[in-house]
């Protein structure tokens, strides 16, 4: 019986660290250049801002998980009213709704630009698959959120690890006095005010999509796969981040810095490594289509996919404009946003801890 248990939570353990980590992997982390800009352009100080940001993802991961089964909750606006309060969280709300929509509608867009720079199909066939497997996936519920991500997130580590560690064993790890910043502008001017700012700007959708699995997992399941998802962003983050000093400070002119990596290696590295990025951009629809639908239909049934299936029809009309422009215009919502979020998960249930014991 007990190993019946123990099965079944090791099971239910492997779905949160896959969704979590799903839910971070997107685009700009598969194509290398989220962690060039927040991390390789220090050099090799970039590695402890990896670190760093490590051990953040592993603690705000487990501290989400652990305040969402102990709430019971079912969508991230049970949460937000705990660490916000009921009018801080009800503007809060709002802003996530709109990130989540116009989230999904930058990866319908990456989606065609992948297909068309990348693959060489057309622009719109991209959009419309990721569309089409996003409403499949939702019609799932929250099982199917689950599989998906259980199903192709591994795949997107193991590539991952396969071209970095090919890159760090064909080119050799890095060497030598190396720049400790990188000319032109960076994110933040130290790498651990870089590292504060990734976590931040990654926890909106992480936020929404794992709160809604409050009632689903048991507490220990719960919080060991905040804790494992946060180390396994990790191990990708440092294999991406060695990985692109063994090709400093070249790698810093490229718009996809793995792409050119894995040049290195044979096209057929290269056109493997697209079919990454799309994967990557695929778990990150799916869990924003999640993160919308779970907030406005949580009990999961009907609603739930009608929900899923308008947002996704809504957002694909983002789907024709520029990656580019969409990315720079709505992505700098979520670093703001995830600032909010950052510090009130790190200063509320502390605050709240010390006054019950004092």
């Known amino acids: 019986m007990n190993g019946v248990r123990l099965k079944s939570d090791l099971g239910l353990m492997a779905k949160v660290v896959a969704t979590y980590i799903g839910a971070v992997i997107g685009a700009g982390f598969a194509s290398g250049q989220e962690i060039m800009q927040f991390f390789i352009v ?29 709430f019971r909750c079912t969508n991230y606006r049970e949460l937000f009213n705990y660490l916000l309060g009921p009018a801080a969280s009800k503007i809060m709300d709002g802003l996530s709704l709109l990130m989540l929509a116009g989230g999904l509608g930058v990866m319908l867009a990456g989606s065609g630009a992948v297909f068309s720079e990348q693959l060489g199909l ?26 998906a991500n259980v199903i192709l997130v591994p795949v997107k580590i193991v590539v991952i690890i396969f071209v970095t560690l090919a890159a760090l064993f064909f080119h050799g790890t890095p060497s030598g006095p190396l720049p400790v910043e990188a000319p032109g502008p960076v994110v933040a001017g130290n790498w651990i005010w870089s590292a504060v700012l990734y976590v931040s700007y990654n926890m909106i959708v992480p936020v929404a999509v794992l709160s809604s699995l409050g009632r689903s997992i048991t507490p220990m399941v719960a919080v060991w796969g905040g804790v494992w998802g946060g180390i396994g962003l990790g191990i990708a983050a440092g294999l991406i981040t060695l990985a692109g000093l063994a090709f400093y400070p070249m790698v810093l002119l490229y718009e996809i810095p793995l792409l050119y990596i894995a ?18 951009i695929l778990t990150t629809a799916i869990a924003n289509a999640h993160g919308f639908a779970s907030r406005l239909a949580p009990e999961l049934g009907v609603r739930y ?18 990656f580019s422009f969409l990315v720079s ?18 200063m509320v249930p502390a605050y709240r801890w010390l006054r019950f014991y004092h």
């Not at 996919?305 to 520029?322: K, N, P, Q």
């Not at 992505?331 to 790190?346: D, E, N, S, T």
Request: aromatic content about 10%; hydrophobic content about 60%; overall charge neutral.
């Open 305 to 322: 996919r009608i929900v899923g299936l308008a947002i996704v029809g809504a957002s694909f009309s983002l789907s024709g404009l520029d």
């Open 329 to 346: 215009t709505i992505y700098p919502l979520f670093g703001y946003a995830g600032l909010i979020l950052l510090a009130a998960l790190i």
């Open 42 to 70: 220090f050099g090799p100080a970039g590695m402890w801002g990896v670190i760093l940001a490590t051990i953040l993802f592993a603690y705000l991961g487990a501290l989400i998980m652990f305040l969402a089964v102990r």
């Open 263 to 280: 040049g290195h290696l044979g096209e057929g590295i290269r056109i493997g490594l697209s079919v990454l990025i799309w994967l990557a």
């Open 122 to 147: 057309p622009s719109w066939s991209g959009s419309v698959a990721t569309a089409a497997l996003t409403c499949l996936v939702v019609t799932g519920s929250l099982q199917g959120v689950l599989m």
